[in-house]
Structure formats: C-alpha cells, structure tokens
C-alpha cells in the first residue's frame, strides 16, 4: 500500500492565491474576467517581432545572470530621463523572472529569522510568504476606505527594534492609491537614523492617473541607499504572460540580491531581454501609457454610473475598487462568488488583501480590456 511521505509545511496557512481561484471560476461559468490584472489585448506587434527576429538570430541561450547587458544599459538611460539621476547598469540593476520573483529575491536577501517586516494593508499577496519563508514576521498598518492613505503615526507605532524593512507600494495593487511627495517624506523621516531597508514595488509606475507625478525610490538617491525597487516590464508592455521585471538598488545591496537571484531563477529569457532593449528607445511606447490606461479607467466609470455600485476613486494601476454596501451586506467573498456564477462577471474580494480579512463590502475591478469586453461585463451587472 502506497504512503505519502509526512511534509511539515512550511506555509501551512498558505492556499491557492485568490486570483487563481476567481480565474478558475470564471472559466467554469463562462465569465467575464475583471480579477487578474491582465490586459485582454495584444502587445505592440513590432515587440512581438522584435522577439522573433532575436530568437532567429541566434540569442536563445543563458543571458548573464544579472541581465543582457544592452537591456541594463537601455533601463539605466531611461531611468535618467525619467528620474534624474542615472544609476550603474552592472552594479546596480538586475533584470528578474517579473516583479515577484525581484520582491522574492529581495525579501529572501535582508530577512533572517526574527525580523520584522512592515507591510500597509490591504497588501498584494506576494509580499507575506516571502516573508514567512525566510522567519520573518509581517506587521501591518491598515490604510482604510475611501482613500486608503499611510497612517504615518501608525506606522511609527508599529516600529520595533526588531523592524528590518518597510514594504511600500505605488501605484498600490489592489486599491490604486498613489503615494504623494509627503509620503516620501515621512517615509525618509522613519528610517533616518536607523537600518531600515525600504522595498518599493512600482511595477505600475506607468499606470498613473489624474497629472499625478509617480513618486519613484529613484529620485531620491539618498534613499536608494538603502532601498531595493522592483518594475516590471508585463505591466507596462501589456505582456504579464512573459514575466520579465528588474530591480534597481545600490551595489552593495544588489551584491546580496544577486545571491539568491542566482540560485532562484539564474536568468531570464534571453530574447525578450535583447527585445526590450530595442523597444525601450521608443519612449513615446511608455510615456503615453498613462493616458491611455486613463481612458480606459474614466470608460468603465462612465459605464458603472448606471449601477448601484459606489466608486472609490484609483489614481493609478490597472484596478478600481467599488463599494457594493448599497446592494446587499453579503460578506465581499460571497457576493464575489456569486456575481461570477450569476452575473458571468469575475472580481475580486478585498478582504482577500488583509491579514484578518477586514470586510469593507469592497471589490476589486480590473479595466485593463477593451471596450467591448468593458461594456458586456456591465451589461451584465445590470441585467
């Protein structure tokens, strides 16, 4: 008789992600899907060549392990442009299997067993088992509805010697705030004087809404000292299924992230990165995403005035969150569930993002579709 081999886990409270479980359940009733965040068009087709004209010439082999070497060079150039400062393509930038691997690598790198990791929840899910894997402890500040704005003083309550790193995230997944120059500044004013590490996930740093300036990690160099920020390349090309990202920090730092990087994923696809070096000269292919994503966003408010669900405004990302309390006060996971089975709609449960699974009757939409696909979904809601 067969036996199975006893397994201690050790992420035993750890299940299938929210977002495969809505994505599943959306196929098996035939649903428009608004939970994952990805896009149901096409990237740009020169990119696409672009791949398959590196792929034919030859570049299907290891690529560095800290990345091609024109895709670095291509990122330092463009966060130059963009930031101001120009940060060192072989010290300092390090191209990733997508932003979760560069978080995984990052969390892996500077948490040991017994640090304190702060988080502001809700939080993507990522960001807790890393943690966990490596014996740290999450502590969460809850930033709350409407805005979902850092409590600051909340944050400074939550410290503890034992505090190792501060996790920010903006453009912010699930919500769609956006940090502003103050919260840079209070952020600064935590870690002064301390070994804080900041970890910035900015992976939307081009879905930013409403003449908001993203507030980068990299325009401040004094912070980048002691930083690790992570991009990536899917959100911003409309290409999540190739899971290219990078992460920028100071060389020290990056000497420690590389350590797990190497023995995490080694390297990445090799014709993608020689691609994307190509394609990031075209700065109008990133610099006008934020309109673009904008009208999308304003597209699906205007088609959501007809029902009965209140906007919470999102300034960034692919996302916008609705309060559903004028509706029914079933719990948000529930009422997700059932929208999915009965109105062949699938979102998102918010309290999927919180630790206690705090129940605001607040859903999450993806509008990162085409029209079309918008206004069927809320044909639907309506019907």
Known sequence: MRTTTPLRSKLPNAGVTIFTTMSRLALEHGAINLSQGFPDFNCAPELIDAVARYMRDGHNQYAPMPGAIPLREALSMKIERLYGHRYDPVSEITVTSGATEGLYATLTALVHPGDEVMLFQPAYDSYVPAIQLSGGTPVF????????HIDWDAARRALTPRTRAIVINSPHNP?????????????????????IIIVSDEVYEHLIYDGIQHQSILRYPGLLERSFVCFSFGKTYHCTGWKIGYCVSAPALMKEFR????FNCFSCNSPVQFALAEYLLNEDAYLSLGSYMQKKRDYFRKLMEHTSFKLIPSHGSYFECYSYDAITNEPDKDFAIRLTKEKAVATIPMSSFYKDGTDNKVIRFCFSKKEQTLEEAVSRLLS
Request: no cysteine; hydrophobic share 35%; proline share 6%.
């Open 141 to 148: 500040v809850t930033m709350r509805p409407p805005d979902y």
């Open 175 to 195: 919500t769609g705030a956006v940090l502003q120059e103050d919260d840079i500044k209070q952020l600064s004013a935590i870690v002064n004087n301390t070994d």
């Open 259 to 262: 350590k797990v990087h190497q």
